[in-house]
């Protein structure tokens, strides 16, 4: 079955360090793989998303992300964090060789970057 | 430009009654997309719309959901006989769709919160 995994509910992290936000998935075919960031009382905005080519995928707002196939990962990463990074993240994954009208969505990381 | 819309923004109904949901995509996205947000978990898909075509309703939970769109626009999520497990966030989304929509990416509205006493 497709699922998505968000190990950790929420990341806590200083500004201006490194950032990492984690996704695992499993899918049956190819996977086509999205990050949404949520703020607080705002829809989720799209970030960036793997289709095919360079696993390393750049994004807005300086974020970036790295499809490892053999780990079967698409973990969220920033260099550098703001204060404004702070909000709920979502990974999702869509099937390819099978249903891809449907979205599967983790459960949210809830980001705090601390001043 | 004006992103999706969704209306209410919140509503509270009683246990057993129909609810409407209401979702404005962006002019001109041929994909809508509803989903349901519980507390604490992520994104449940409920159906897709593409154009003209059958829309895919393998999300929806029970018989007692449903969804229309019409003229290719503005969509109601339907909930009769609403129970307290109903009461979540439903979100609704666009895309851009003629051409290869499942690398697209979606537009969100900003949700209706349900409460059902």
């Known amino acids: 079955a497709q699922s998505v995994a968000q190990p950790e509910d929420q990341v806590n992290v200083a500004e201006g360090n490194p950032l990492t936000v984690k996704c695992t998935y499993s899918v049956s075919g190819n996977p086509y793989l999205f990050w949404y960031v949520q703020y607080p009382n705002r829809g989720l905005q799209f970030l960036l998303k793997y289709i095919t080519g360079d696993n390393l995928v750049k994004g807005s707002y300086g974020f970036e992300a790295e499809f490892n196939k053999s780990q079967t990962s698409f973990h969220l990463k920033k260099p550098s964090a703001l204060v404004s990074d702070s909000a709920l993240y979502f990974c999702?994954?869509?099937?390819?060789?099978?249903?891809?009208?449907?979205?599967?969505f983790g459960s949210g990381t809830k980001l705090n970057v601390k001043p | 430009g004006a992103g999706v819309s969704q209306s209410p923004s919140n509503k509270v109904t009683e246990k057993g009654k129909d609810v409407e949901l209401r979702c404005d995509p962006i002019s001109g996205h041929t994909a809508l997309y509803w989903y349901r947000q519980s507390l604490g978990q992520g994104l449940e898909f409920l159906i897709y719309f593409q154009g003209n075509s059958a829309p895919d309703k393998s999300g929806l939970p029970s018989d007692r959901f449903s969804a229309e769109r019409t003229g290719g626009s503005v969509s109601t999520l339907t909930i009769q006989r609403t129970q307290q497990e109903d009461s979540a966030v439903y979100l609704c989304?666009?895309?851009?769709?003629?051409?290869?929509?499942?690398?697209?990416?979606?537009?969100f509205g900003p949700g209706t919160r349900l409460t059902v006493t």
């Open positions: 989304a666009s895309s851009l769709g003629l051409l290869r929509p499942q690398v697209r990416e979606q537009y």
């Open positions: 999702a994954v869509r099937d390819m060789d099978d249903n891809f009208n449907k979205f599967y």
